[in-house]
């Protein structure tokens, strides 16, 4: 909900670091890093290391930000690119809820994680295909003036509000299976709202 905004800030904010690691540095090397590092938040989460999860979840997504404004900064924008970022980004997406689960705590959150990926599942089809029919029509991100590879419809989560969220599931470990069955509620209202947006504009 709140990426497009954000992004429009996004290259200000990092472009100094782009710039200091400089262009021998390729987009696709920090994407990589990024991954790794949540991965890492994952296994941080699984073995109970608060601390650090949360640490290297602030650095994934941080990297994460950063690659796209590096491929900008250096002139690197890559077809391949966009296409690694978004594929890692899912890894990520699933390693940090299946660390959570690992952790265990809770005799309800295994049912509540599924849930969780089950509308992370569904979620993915509902923007990916509806950004390939957008794009076959010309109507998708070149046409729109953003700075993705692939137009991403707008929903009620999106970017910002994962890293929000799961910045709330790395911390507070009481409020977890809680916050889990939210984030797979808004998950799904986010899916229901582009579906009634693809009704109205591809009928």
Same mark, same amino acid.
């Given at each position: 909900?709140?990426?497009?905004? $954000? =992004?429009?800030?996004?290259?200000?904010?990092? @472009?100094?670091?782009?710039?200091?690691? %400089? @262009?021998?540095?390729?987009?696709?090397?920090?994407?990589?890093?990024? +991954?790794?590092?949540?991965?890492?938040?994952?296994?941080?989460?699984?073995?109970?290391?608060?601390?650090? *999860?949360?640490?290297?979840?602030?650095?994934?997504?941080?990297?994460?930000?950063?690659?796209?404004?590096?491929?900008?900064?250096?002139?690197?924008?890559?077809?391949?690119?966009?296409?690694?970022?978004?594929?890692?980004?899912?890894?990520? #997406?699933?390693?940090?809820?299946?660390? &959570?689960?690992? +952790?265990?705590?809770?005799?309800?959150?295994?049912? +509540?994680?599924?849930?969780?990926? @089950?509308?992370?599942?569904?979620?993915?089809?509902?923007?990916? #295909?509806?950004?390939?029919?957008?794009?076959?029509?010309?109507?998708? +991100?070149? *046409? =729109?003036?953003?700075?993705?590879?692939?137009?991403?419809?707008? %929903?009620?989560?999106?970017?910002?509000?994962?890293?929000?969220?799961?910045? &709330?599931?790395?911390?507070?470990?009481?409020?977890?299976?809680? &916050?889990?069955? $939210?984030?797979?509620?808004?998950?799904? $209202?986010?899916?229901?709202?582009?579906?009634?947006? @693809?009704?109205?504009?591809?009928?």
């Amino acid at each position: 909900m709140w990426d497009e905004l $954000l =992004r429009r800030h996004k290259d200000g904010w990092l @472009a100094p670091l782009s710039r200091a690691l %400089g @262009a021998g540095v390729a987009p696709t090397t920090i994407t990589i890093v990024a +991954a790794v590092l949540g991965i890492g938040c994952a296994w941080a989460a699984a073995v109970g290391a608060t601390g650090a *999860s949360i640490a290297l979840w602030g650095a994934n997504r941080t990297l994460d930000g950063l690659d796209g404004t590096h491929a900008r900064v250096h002139g690197r924008q890559s077809d391949l690119g966009g296409y690694l970022d978004i594929l890692l980004d899912f890894v990520v #997406y699933a390693a940090v809820p299946l660390g &959570l689960l690992a +952790a265990g705590g809770d005799a309800r959150l295994p049912a +509540a994680i599924a849930w969780l990926l @089950a509308t992370f599942f569904v979620n993915a089809a509902s923007w990916m #295909y509806l950004s390939a029919v957008l794009e076959r029509r010309q109507a998708g +991100a070149a *046409s =729109r003036g953003e700075l993705t590879t692939v137009t991403m419809p707008p %929903g009620l989560v999106a970017g910002t509000e994962t890293v929000v969220l799961y910045t &709330l599931l790395l911390a507070l470990p009481a409020w977890r299976v809680a &916050l889990v069955w $939210l984030m797979a509620a808004l998950v799904a $209202l986010t899916v229901v709202q582009r579906v009634v947006w @693809a009704r109205r504009h591809l009928g």
